[in-house]
């Protein structure tokens, strides 16, 4: 069986979004193209690390470009993308590992998320070597969602997904762990006191 490669270049949408209550929520990213759509499920703190590497590799493409790149220092509010996912949500796999690229050339971000992959090795070393190999595998690897955003489509999916990511449940003000809505048992609350 060949490699399954969900491709979109300049979708319609790309956006990052979530199922569920705060605390429960189940975390996708989707793409869209006409009447394609395809969502892959990830941890928050995937999405978060998504955004704010994405974020900085375009600050850094402004820099070296000394500002003549056609990427936005911030997300261009006219493209601002508020709507939920699109419905029925089918997650095609779970991501594992996630790669960003910078195509000069045709100015574009390159997003690629591959699914999760679970091996068996006798050793950590081999492990490592089996996963890398599997991932590399153009022909036999894992399922792979591949994006190509223009500079302004990658700023508004950061912004979107970074506001995502900070809609969970809001931060206990002494232990600043999430509060739950059936109670939060707070580390700081039992006699505890660390030095600051």
């Known amino acids: 069986m060949s490699r399954q490669v969900f491709f979109?270049?300049?979708?319609?949408?790309?956006?990052?979004?979530?199922?569920?209550?705060?605390?429960?929520?189940?975390?996708?990213?989707?793409?869209?193209?006409g009447n394609r759509v395809t969502s892959v499920a990830l941890e928050k703190t995937q999405v978060a690390a998504l955004a704010q590497r994405m974020d900085e590799l375009l600050d850094e493409v402004l820099r070296r470009s000394g500002g003549s790149a056609s990427v936005p220092a911030v997300a261009p509010a006219d493209i601002a993308d508020t709507a939920p996912l699109n419905t029925p949500i089918e997650e095609e796999f779970r991501v594992g590992t996630m790669a960003l690229a910078w195509d000069g050339e045709n100015e574009r971000m390159i997003v690629e998320a591959q699914a999760l992959v679970e091996l068996d090795a006798d050793s950590d070393e081999d492990l490592a070597e089996a996963e890398e190999r599997l991932l590399q595998d153009e022909e036999n690897g894992p399922p792979m969602l591949r994006v190509r955003l223009t500079g302004a489509q990658a700023r508004a999916f950061a912004k979107r997904a970074l506001d995502v990511v900070n809609a969970g449940?809001?931060?206990?003000?002494?232990?600043?762990?999430?509060?739950?809505?059936?109670?939060?048992?707070?580390?700081?609350?039992?006699?505890?006191?660390?030095?600051?």
Request: charged share 20%; glycine share 12%; with cysteine.
């Open 8 to 33: 979109y270049d300049s979708p319609d949408r790309f956006v990052a979004g979530t199922v569920g209550l705060p605390g429960r929520r189940t975390f996708f990213l989707q793409a869209t193209a």
């Open 169 to 196: 449940r809001p931060p206990c003000p002494l232990c600043s762990l999430p509060l739950d809505p059936e109670g939060h048992v707070c580390p700081r609350q039992n006699g505890y006191r660390r030095g600051a």
